[in-house]
């Protein structure tokens, strides 16, 4: 079993940054392709980025790129998300995923993870 326990969320002003981290336990979490993922208020829930098992392989939403970081430390068993100049429309609550089976690629849709977080509020403000 996996459990995982996003954190770092706030309120932030448009421009501003935030990193979320998201901790994992189980003893195989370097082997976990991991995802982070975010639900607006009336939006159906949306990929945002991932990473493979080594951290070599990274993947963005369009909306993101160039504003969102996804990286990992597997020696902490975290993956983490770095968000700069956010935008009041990433505000979302955001969670991380990860999946059991690894190929060497990342994945986007939610269907191909088995675990979640319990997802963590992100505001920006205008």
């Known amino acids: 079993q996996v459990q995982l326990v996003e954190s770092g969320g706030g309120l932030v002003q448009a421009g501003g940054s935030l990193r979320l981290s998201c901790a994992a336990s189980?003893?195989?979490?370097?082997?976990?392709?991991m995802g982070w993922f975010r639900r607006a208020p009336g939006k159906e829930r949306e990929f945002v980025a991932a990473i493979n098992w080594s951290g070599g392989v990274t993947d963005y939403a369009d909306s993101v790129m160039g504003r969102i970081s996804i990286s990992r430390d597997n020696a902490k068993n975290t993956v983490y998300l770095q968000m700069n100049s956010l935008k009041p429309e990433d505000t979302a609550v955001y969670y991380c995923?990860?999946?059991?089976?690894?190929?060497?690629?990342?994945?986007?849709?939610?269907?191909?993870?088995?675990?979640w977080g319990q997802g963590t509020q992100v505001t920006v403000s205008s």
């Open positions: 995923a990860a999946r059991m089976y690894d190929d060497g690629r990342v994945y986007r849709r939610p269907s191909e993870y088995h675990y």
């Open positions: 189980g003893r195989s979490f370097s082997s976990y392709p």
